[in-house]
């Protein structure tokens, strides 16, 4: 895919760049006057088609303003300008970049990539806020979907599986914004984590142990800080004769399984019915007769179904939750299942939530752009109204080692979970 004008190719430095620039801006703005004027449907045009159209689009208006412009030029020009038109405009080619994991637009004039786990800017640049709706646009009509004034936020997905989210004003005050989290064909492995030292043996070995033997667990963590992949890794482990339902807003996991059913919630529709929620789909996913239960996040009122299906022999269920650590972990589910409608005390509570899970395994994102497992805690109980916690692993962050922060308790739950459990 050629590289787009607004892009590094083509950095604003020189002179003659500029001009090119210049130009392409031109020849883009003439262009949409034309196809809006002519009512040309860029949808239903082939690629081919279009390109002859752009192509002798330009070459009109280039002789009738007696632009300088080459044979090769006009080729790459019109080249690009299709590029901006059919696919994802200035997107295309990061979408296409491998080494990109996220791609944040904030208006029509700011690109940033995440790339190498590092946020960075780029010169890459939609022409305004037309332009960036437009490409909106362009990803949600294959979905059925719309975004207008009425109804300003969707999420969405590419057809490669990358997650997006778009809004735009009047929410976002400065334009149109995309977030994409671009899907890997290949997802991180374990022994991808570890190479990148996201954790190290010895926590490798105790967490598989903890999936084999079916401890609950769930993963915590801010926002891009590596819980459904780490969540991914962890699913892995689940032994491969048993039959697994994962329930996602959006399909992230990649499990090897032969035995997984994969579900999906729906948002509502244009006219505001037929959303199925994560929580009906944990209800039916209890009828499917699961072995395991990985939900992608829990986040809203299905807590309480998690929480009953954890403590009522669905053992083995995964999960991830947002939040900063793992005492925040504990208060989120108290808030959720607050929200959710819980009906008894707040010590029942507790009980419920500490005799559900067993493990908190805590990831972060470090300021330079490493996620690390800085915390794998065990919660053991209730004892006068609090929870207790034990903290197995922790990463030091000046000694920039991972520590076995209770070697005694670490033994004993090794034991407890090679045992068949507590
Ligand atoms: N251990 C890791 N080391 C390096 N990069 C990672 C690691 N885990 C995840 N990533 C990268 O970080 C990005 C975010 O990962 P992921 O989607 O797992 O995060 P998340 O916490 O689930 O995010 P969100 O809160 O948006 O759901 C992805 O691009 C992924 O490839
Ligand atoms: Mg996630």
Request: charged share 25%; proline share 3%.
């Amino acid at each position: 895919m050629a590289n787009s004008i607004f892009g590094e190719n083509y950095g604003l430095k020189q002179k003659a760049d500029q001009d090119f620039q210049d130009m392409k801006f031109q020849l883009h703005r003439h262009l949409i006057a034309e196809i809006e004027r002519e009512n040309v449907d860029l949808f239903i045009l082939s690629r081919d088609r279009l390109s002859e159209y752009v192509h002798n689009k330009i070459r009109e208006y280039i002789s009738e303003k007696r632009l300088p412009v080459s044979g090769y030029e006009l080729q790459t020009l019109s080249g690009q300008i299709v590029d901006e038109l059919a696919g994802y405009g200035p997107l295309e080619s990061l979408i296409n970049d491998d080494h990109v994991d996220d791609i944040l637009v904030n208006g029509p004039r700011q690109i940033f990539i995440e790339r190498n786990g590092k946020l960075e800017g780029t010169n890459y640049r939609f022409i305004d806020d037309d332009h960036v709706l437009r490409v909106i646009r362009r990803i949600l009509a294959p979905l059925g979907r719309r975004i207008d004034e009425s109804s300003p936020m969707v999420d969405a997905r590419l057809p490669d599986g990358s997650r997006v989210n778009a809004i735009i004003p009047p929410l976002a005050l400065d334009g149109p914004c995309i977030s994409i989290r671009k899907f890997r064909k290949e997802p991180l492995l374990a022994a991808d984590l570890l190479k990148l030292g996201s954790f190290d043996d010895a926590m490798l070995a105790f967490l598989t142990a903890a999936v084999q033997q079916r401890c609950n667990i769930i993963i915590t963590g801010g926002t891009g800080s590596g819980k459904t992949t780490l969540l991914n890794v962890l699913s892995r482990f689940i032994p491969q004769d048993e039959r697994v339902v994962t329930i996602e807003d959006a399909a992230e996991l990649q499990l090897k399984h032969e035995h997984v059913v994969r579900l999906e919630t729906r948002p509502h529709n244009i006219d505001g019915v037929g959303e199925i929620t994560a929580r009906d789909l944990v209800r039916n996913t209890l009828r499917m007769r699961p072995d395991r239960i990985v939900l992608g996040e829990v986040r809203g009122n299905e807590v309480m179904d998690v929480l009953q299906a954890m403590n009522t022999g669905h053992d083995g269920c995964m999960t991830t939750l947002h939040a900063n650590n793992c005492t925040d972990a504990m208060l989120r589910l108290e808030m959720l299942a607050g929200l959710a409608n819980f009906q008894g005390s707040e010590k029942t509570l507790r009980q419920m939530i500490a005799a559900a899970i067993e493990l908190v395994v805590h990831i972060s994102r470090l300021p330079n752009g490493q996620r690390k497992v800085v915390s794998i805690t065990e919660i053991a109980g209730v004892r006068d109204g609090q929870f207790v916690m034990s903290e197995l692993y922790a990463y030091d962050v000046a000694g920039k080692q991972f520590v076995r922060a209770n070697v005694q308790s670490v033994n004993y739950k090794l034991q407890a979970i090679t045992a068949g459990g507590q």
